[in-house]
């Protein structure tokens, strides 16, 4: 088996932000949040990174991170636009919003066929243990009656920003560690009395999550079948659930994987981590983040001048 490669989902632009987020220093000589990323995928075992960006940035983001990466991985580059779908399918008409993370990966199959591959934001900090545990994971895993993928799951607690409302794919597990559902929360915070709550949702009414509940963080590991059942994703994507909503409809990564746990086709592992998330959601979170990498850089835990 060849050896896993990182898939890097980097072509938003982060909207509850303002500017590009995924360029933006944080660390204490002007690092990215993905410079840290790569140096502990680096760490873990990976040698090629795929960067999934919009064409327009591309001289941004080798300037910024590429040129850097180059001195530690194998980088190439596959681009999100709307017009790259399976064979028949066209974006509807006046459709400018990205078709959503699972067609992002799509995208990349031209790079990444036949290749294990993890699959991470790029304006998440995962931390180092993430990726030991996706990239052993994949070092061994082998299809048998069910595509048998993983996902790194990490505490809801570990994951909330004190300065809004953060959306998590709430997981669900069974006795063997195998996700079973995913919900996506899209306003959960902590509440005045400590409580982790979302907020209703549509028809869905408003809830709580209990602490040590596992959510996802898009950090997820596939083996070779997953590019070609995204392809068939995306055709069910198009025919059954854009229509809806042309304009705006996204065919999100963590709901293709549960249409192929649903449908009996997968199974997807939980890898446990209490690794604290950082991120940089709201333009307030910086400052967190920054320190927090200053504290571990400190400690030892990065060098200074990664």
Not at 69 to 78: E, H, K
Not at 219 to 243: C, I, K, N, V, Y
Request: charge should be negative; glycine fraction near 10%; hydrophobic fraction near 40%.
């Amino acid at each position: 088996m060849e050896k896993p490669i990182l898939v890097v989902m980097a072509a938003g632009m982060g909207s509850r932000y303002g500017g590009l987020k995924q360029i933006d220093p944080v660390g204490p000589q002007g690092q990215i949040i993905l410079d840290y990323s790569i140096y502990d995928a680096h760490r873990a075992g990976f040698a090629r990174v795929v960067f999934i960006i919009r064409p327009e940035l591309e001289q941004a983001f080798e300037a910024a991170i590429g040129r850097k990466a180059r001195r530690l991985m194998q980088v190439d580059y596959a681009y999100q636009t709307l017009d790259r779908l399976p064979a028949g399918l066209t974006a509807p008409a006046d459709r400018q919003k990205p078709l959503g993370t699972a067609h992002a990966v799509w995208c990349a199959g031209d790079l990444a066929a036949g290749v294990p591959i993890a699959v991470i934001n790029a304006d998440d900090f995962y931390g180092a243990d993430a990726f030991r545990k996706v990239y052993d994971y994949l070092c061994t895993a082998e299809d048998d009656d069910r595509y048998r993928y993983c996902m790194v799951g990490y505490r809801v607690e570990n994951t909330l920003t004190e300065n809004g409302t953060v959306s998590r794919g709430v997981c669900t597990v069974d006795e063997n560690g195998c996700l079973t559902g995913i919900v996506e929360r899209t306003a959960i915070s902590r509440a005045a009395d400590g409580r982790i709550v979302y907020a209703a949702d549509g028809d869905a009414p408003a809830g709580e999550i209990a602490a040590g509940t596992p959510v996802s963080m898009n950090l997820w590991g596939f083996t070779p079948s997953f590019l070609p059942a995204l392809t068939d994703g995306l055709r069910r994507f198009f025919a059954e659930t854009l229509p809806h909503n042309p304009l705006k409809g996204e065919y999100y990564l963590p709901f293709a994987v549960d249409d192929l746990i649903g449908a009996g086709r997968a199974s997807a592992r939980v890898l446990p981590t209490d690794a604290r998330w950082f991120g940089v959601t709201y333009r307030e979170d910086k400052p967190v983040v920054c320190a927090a990498i200053a504290g571990m850089t400190a400690q030892g835990a990065y060098p200074a001048g990664l």
